[in-house]
């Protein structure tokens, strides 16, 4: 076990509990979440959201969140991010050293997780999906792994969160196929959310 996957374990821990504990989840098809590498995708609106995927993936996987990397500069977090093993990445340029650092992490059997609008966005259908995240996995052979959750959460109310198919692309070549298939993660994610209306 590397030291940032025990760093992760202690954090979950202590962590986990108390998210849950304010945000109960209800996870919908678990049987679902496969072993191994993968790119874990979901719609993002709160800061609370990486950690309920962390929550739904349990301690046996250890996903590597790109995370912007304004948030390393900031007294404790930052360095709490790093311990943990979350990776930076600067949303304003084409940052090559935060590709090939998830790359690594994918071709080493590991785990990221990608929001693909690439920031918190409140409302559906408000910002397009960017194509970090299929050009990863297209690169790479790791499936795809779309996860559902509501924009709108409320402390100690129920968070339901459905988990999709895996599935793994094709090579793409080009800005045109990337935009295609990025638009296709969004809309699979989307179709989730019927499988928690009996329960919302």
């Known amino acids: 076990m590397n030291s940032l996957y025990r760093h992760f374990r202690i954090a979950y821990c202590f962590i986990i509990p108390i ?24 719609p993002h609106s709160a800061l609370v959201d990486p950690i309920l995927i962390m929550a739904v993936l349990t301690i046996r996987r250890y996903p590597r969140y790109l995370a912007k990397k304004e948030l390393f500069s900031i007294p404790v977090v930052g360095a709490f991010l790093r311990w943990i093993g979350m990776i930076p990445v600067d949303r304003g340029n084409a940052d090559i050293s935060s590709i090939k650092a998830a790359l690594k992490v994918l071709k080493e059997k590991g785990i990221i997780g990608i929001f693909p609008e690439g920031t918190r966005v409140r409302e559906e259908h408000a910002s397009e999906a960017k194509t970090g995240a299929v050009m990863l996995a297209s690169r790479t052979g790791v499936p795809l792994l779309p996860v559902w959750m509501p924009r709108k959460k409320r402390l100690f109310h129920k968070v339901d969160v459905v988990v999709g198919e895996a599935y793994t692309l094709p090579v793409l070549r080009g800005s045109g196929e990337y935009k295609s298939y990025a638009e296709e993660l969004m809309r699979r994610i989307g179709l989730l959310e019927k499988e928690a209306a009996p329960c919302i």
């Open 19 to 42: 998210v849950r504990m304010l945000f109960p989840l209800r996870i919908h098809h678990a049987e679902r979440l496969p072993d191994g590498p993968m790119v874990v995708c979901a």
